[in-house]
Structure formats: C-alpha cells, structure tokens
C-alpha cells in the first residue's frame, strides 16, 4: 500500500529537549512538506523540500530545523528553540505541478511537558 | 489580511439540509483550489479540486469565482457523517514554487 507515515503518533517531551518526528512516504513524490496544526486553527507551512537536498522555509521555520536526505524521508526535528512547541504535526506529499493535491499522514500529536 | 479566509462557523445544520459557505482568497495569480475534509484530531482529506467551470461529486457542489476571488462549497442532502472541518487549499506559483495555503476551516456540525 502507498502512503504516508509519521511516528510517533503521540509524543512527550521535556522543556529544553529537540525531538525529532519521523515523515516517510512511498508514493514517489517529489515534494514534501510539514505543517504545525494548533487547537482550532489552520495549517502553518513549517518547512517544505521541492527535491532531495533542498529544502525551504516556510512561514513559521523558527525553532525547527529539517533534512531531506532521501526522496522518501523528510525529518522534523523541533528544537529547544521553538518557544511553543506543543501542536499537531502533519507531514504531506505530492507530485510537482500545481493542480496536484496534497496527502497527508496521520501526524504526530506533540506535548511538552 | 489574510490570504485564504473562511468563516469558521460552526454551521449548525439540521439533517438533511443543504449548506453552503465559502472561502475568500486575495492572490489573484492563485492556480488551483481544493477543500479538504478533516476530522477531530485527524490529518485532511481531499474531498474534491475546485475546477473552473464549477464540479460536483455526489451531493458536493464546488464553484469557483474567480472575478470575486472566492471559492465555495455546497453540501446536500446533509448527513450526520458529514460533521467535519472543511479546510479550504489555494496553490499559489511562487518564485521557490508552489505554495498550498490553508483557510483557517469551516466547521460544520450536522444534527438530527
């Protein structure tokens, strides 16, 4: 079956502690993105990688960081640095070109504690 | 201002019924437009692209308008499993590529 995964699907971490969330798909996209979802609230685009290698930020970068080493791998580590880390995670794909859609994974829910 | 607005509801909407509402967007170079269902603490799903001439898919109808700059989604015939956040995506063509930019959502609460 093609899709998307993301481990873990629930996550807890200490203040202070970076915490890296895990995005695979084998749906042979080239695009990948992430997105923060908080409580009630749209999706903000956190980073994004348009091929293998490369990687821009997006809207809200700060306090993240990311690595786009393999075509079906896309890591998220949120760092100490991110001042309110506690959201919704969703990870997404898709084929380049502008009528495509998105596919989401089920995300990771993240907690600091 | 922000680029892709919804009301976020909630639309309360007896069974049944048929409900509408749009989604407002300010990039007029905006290429293509889709809604997106999402559930309770789960990822969005597409529901349906938004296409020029307007599309419908069983009992969803999407239009767009692009003089206006909105698009808009009808729901018939509303089912109690049709109770979900229907997020609004406008792909915009940006000097690093596309960009996908999300609507806040509209709630929609279906009841008997």
């Known amino acids: 079956d093609g899709g998307i995964t993301q481990s873990p699907k629930y996550l807890f971490r200490k203040e202070g502690q970076n915490v890296t969330l895990s995005c695979e798909q084998n749906?042979?996209?080239?695009?990948m993105y992430w997105y923060r979802q908080d409580p009630g609230q749209g999706l903000r685009l956190i980073y994004y990688s348009q091929i293998v290698n490369d990687f821009q930020k997006g809207d809200i970068a700060e306090g993240y960081s990311v690595s786009r080493e393999k075509k079906e791998s896309f890591p998220l580590t949120v760092t100490s640095a991110q001042k309110n880390p506690t959201a919704f995670y969703l990870c997404?794909?898709?084929?380049?070109?502008?009528?495509?859609?998105?596919?989401f994974g089920p995300g990771t829910r993240l907690t600091v504690l | 201002r922000k680029e892709v607005e919804q009301d976020p509801g909630p639309f309360n909407v007896p069974e049944g019924a048929t409900v509408a509402f749009n989604c407002t967007y300010s990039n007029s170079a905006s290429q293509s437009f889709f809604w997106y269902r999402q559930d309770c603490r789960k990822e969005p799903k597409l529901l349906m692209s938004v296409y020029s001439s307007g599309n419908e898919d069983g009992r969803f109808t999407a239009q767009l308008n692009r003089a206006s700059q909105y698009i808009s989604l009808l729901i018939r015939d509303s089912k109690l499993s049709d109770s979900a956040t229907y997020l609004c995506v406008v792909n915009s063509l940006r000097a690093a590529g596309n960009k996908l930019t999300f609507g806040g959502g509209t709630r929609v609460l279906v009841k008997p």
């Open positions: 749906l042979n996209h080239d695009a």
């Open positions: 997404a794909s898709k084929v380049q070109g502008a009528k495509d859609e998105q596919f």
